[in-house]
């Protein structure tokens, strides 16, 4: 049986970066230095990863700074959270975009709302799933 294990993302800057998806609970989970290539791979996800969740990895291209464009074939990252209206307010307080304030989803029964990591990535935040 085939396991999805993780999302690539290429980011501008590695700090700003972990410090965005701290706030939405997630923590560095690994980390692989490749000098001779000269970037830095970084897997982020929840607790150890016992469970085997899917990760993000984060991939900063040393000297790499002015950032990379996104594309209109990305659509976006979903979290799963608690407490959707505190997670807006932690991210907002911590510096983060919002750009969908919480809400319900136009025709669902989900309360959804959507933020921006540093490197403008989409986050669609929904609650109650997968928490």
Do not use: C
């Not at 700074?65 to 990305?74: A, K, M």
């Not at 407490?83 to 911590?94: L, Q, S, T, W």
């Not at 750009?99 to 319900?104: L, S």
């Amino acid at each position: 049986m085939a396991t999805y294990l993780h999302t690539m993302v290429r980011v501008k800057n590695l700090v700003n970066s972990l410090a965005f998806y701290k706030l939405l609970g997630m923590h560095e989970l690994r980390r692989r230095e490749v000098p001779e290539g000269k970037y830095t791979l970084v897997y982020i996800g929840y607790a150890d990863n016992a469970a085997g969740q899917a990760e993000i990895e984060l991939t900063y291209n040393w000297g790499k700074d002015d950032g990379y464009e996104i594309g209109d074939g990305f659509g976006h990252f979903a979290v799963g959270v608690p407490d959707i209206y505190a997670a807006v307010e932690k991210i907002r307080a911590g510096g983060g975009k919002v750009t969908r304030e919480p809400g319900p989803l136009k025709f669902g029964t989900s309360v959804i709302a959507f933020v921006e990591d540093p490197d403008g990535y989409k986050i669609e935040l929904i609650e109650g799933r997968g928490v």
